[in-house]
């Protein structure tokens, strides 16, 4: 018989706690979450937050002990036929089961969740006034008040975009990539829409937005160059990582509260990005069309 108090929360009562926030019914279409690995009845002791479950964030969640890792994104997106331990992704799954690990993931149902992943991200920026950039469309499951991808808000005060970068460079979690800007750098940013992650399908949402700048993650030349073209918003393109990693914290609060366990948020940075370097001169650009 125990003498240590209350039986630890099960897997299951933790991923029913996740899915009252998150609810999987909120997940995009194409994506993949709930339960990856895990046997429902086993003990949660400590749980890990993580933004990607690879073998760095699974050995620093072995190492914490812990029972649960919830990660962000997806770690079989889409179908296998084989979780040998000769590939990359089954080598992960055979590491959780060895060690009695359960793997639950939250992605798009929690980019779309109020609060959610881009609320913890403009909370770095101070913004207020916040409202989705692309709401939840109505009549899907996750319609309702405040709830969708992506967040538009007020700065506490204006800045140039010049100014705006070097701030969010060091707001978001430190990584090799920084933070590199697109547009005039004397504009001067009020209002800012930020999303979590790869933002490039939302840039036309941003201009109808009429917002001043736009921070997201994985953007690309002609998009972008298009975007600028046609008057879009100054746009700025941080590490993937580092604009989903402060959701964790939120994560592992809301999960302390709720279940009573401790948690582990990861800083170990998964951006593949590891080198960077700025040209010695300053390169020639391109005057910032009036
Ligand atoms: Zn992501």
Redesign the pocket.
């Known amino acids: 018989m125990s003498t240590t108090g209350p039986q630890p929360p099960t897997v299951a009562d933790v991923v029913a706690v996740l899915e009252r926030r998150y609810p999987p019914t909120w997940a995009e279409q194409w994506d993949r979450v709930g339960l990856v690995v895990g046997d429902p009845a086993t003990p949660v002791r400590r749980i890990a937050c993580v ?1 990607d479950c690879v073998p760095e964030t699974v050995a620093e969640a072995r190492a914490a002990r812990a029972d649960l890792i919830v990660a ?2 997806p770690l079989l997106l889409r179908g296998v036929s084989s979780v040998a331990a000769t590939t990359y992704k089954g080598r992960i799954v055979h590491d959780l089961i060895r060690h009695d690990m359960a793997l639950h993931v939250a ?1 798009t149902n929690a980019d779309v969740a109020e609060p959610g ?1 881009s609320d913890a991200l403009a909370a770095r920026f101070g913004l207020t006034g916040l409202r989705p950039l692309h709401p939840a469309a109505p009549g899907s499951p996750a319609a309702g008040a405040g709830r969708g991808i992506g967040r538009i808000g007020r700065l506490p005060q204006p800045m140039t975009l010049a100014e705006l970068t070097a701030h969010a460079a060091t707001v978001l979690p430190p990584t090799a990539w920084g933070v590199r800007s697109a547009g005039d750098p004397d504009r001067v940013i009020r209002t800012l829409a930020v999303s ?3 933002g490039d399908s939302f840039l036309a949402e941003a201009t109808a937005a009429g917002v001043d700048a736009f921070l997201t ?1 994985d953007l690309r030349h002609h998009p972008a160059s298009e975007h600028l073209a046609a008057g879009g918003p100054a746009l700025l393109d941080a590490a ?2 580092a ?2 990693r402060p959701w964790l914290d939120d994560l592992a609060g809301y999960l302390r509260d709720t279940v009573g366990v401790e948690t582990l948020v990861s800083d170990l940075d998964t951006d593949p990005w590891t080198v960077h370097a700025t040209a010695p001169a300053p390169p020639v650009t391109r005057s910032p069309e009036k």
Do not use: I, N
């Open positions: 933004v962000h994104h992605h992943v979590g992650g790869a993650a993937h990582w604009t989903e």
